[in-house]
Structure formats: C-alpha cells, structure tokens
C-alpha cells in the first residue's frame, strides 16, 4: 500500500532493522528473521519485501557480499567487463506471512571492479508487463553502462528503465569495487 497506515508500518519496521542489526553482529539472515517475528507481533500487520546485505572483507583481500533476500527484487551485479547476473540465492518469504520458514543466507565474493546494484521495484515493475521483461531490461541497460560514473549511471537508469506508466517509487543503492 501507498498510505499513511502503509508508511507509518514501514517506519516501524525499519526502526527494528536498525536496532536489530546495529545491535548484533550476527548473520544478516538471523537479524531479519527476528524481525519477521516481530513484524508478525506488530498490532497494524504489515506485509513487506527487503534485501539485508553486509559487505565483509574476504580472506583473498576482495570483499564478500552476504545477503538475504525477503521477497524483494535481487541484486544485480554487473562486472567490469559488463557481464550481469542477478543474485537470486537467499531468497526467501516476504516479511509478515506469520510462516516459520528458515531464513536462507547467501554470498558471493564480490570481482574487482564490478557494481552492485540494489533498487526497488518501482525502477522495473509495470502494469502492462510482467515482472521478467523489466528485470531484462534493467539487466541488459545496466551492463551498457559499465564504465559510466555512479551517479550518472543511476540518473540513465532511471530515466532508461523505469516503465513510463509506473508512478511507484525508486530508490537505488549503488556501489562499485575498487579494480
């Protein structure tokens, strides 16, 4: 939903991420099925997709993406030489089902140079076309861009993959590894 009863549950449920994982170091898979289990409890439910990500530095010197992935679009990365390839390992139930199902966590060690890109579904989702063409679409515009800056890749994202008849919100979270 898009209303205040929507917005007010969505802020209630990021002020547990924040105290749930700043308060921990544990696996991001264990810190958001806490949540879920609050979010069950919360007296207003509320259904919501996530992705919690926490970069760690790998025993080679590269960095390891681990990640769990709560019914949300996955991250798409896209190496230095423009070969993208979405993360779709860890994915699980959306928060707020009330289903006990473990949580699955996923890594990967993250090549040189490459980018990483999270994003909401307002960038590729749309009421003329199903879920599969605008993940395409975002895959295929991305690796185009490989060599751009980051912030003007993500202002030729936006104005290059999200469906015109789509008034959902976007955001993006984008980082590049050092080559």
Do not use: F
Request: proline fraction near 9%.
């Amino acid at each position: 939903g898009h209303d205040l009863d929507a917005a007010a549950g969505m802020a209630q449920i990021c002020n547990m991420l924040r105290a749930y994982a700043g308060g921990q170091d544990e696996p991001p898979h264990a810190i958001v099925d806490r949540l879920d289990q609050a979010v069950t409890r919360m007296v207003q439910p509320v259904m919501a997709t996530m992705v919690l990500a926490r970069l760690e530095p790998g025993p080679s010197g590269r960095w390891t993406l681990r990640w769990t992935n709560a019914g949300h679009p996955p991250p798409l990365l896209v190496e230095h030489d423009g070969r993208a390839r979405y993360l779709e390992d860890g994915s699980g139930l959306l928060l707020g089902t009330g289903l006990r199902e473990p949580r699955p966590e996923a890594a990967v060690e993250l090549p040189p140079g490459s980018t990483l890109l999270l994003y909401t579904d307002g960038l590729i989702e749309s009421p003329g076309r199903i879920l599969d063409e605008g993940l395409d679409k975002l895959a295929a515009y991305a690796a185009g861009l490989v060599g751009r800056p980051l912030d003007s890749l993500c202002d030729l994202l936006l104005s290059g993959v999200r469906p015109g008849d789509n008034d959902d919100d976007v955001a993006m979270l984008v980082l590049r590894l050092p080559r």
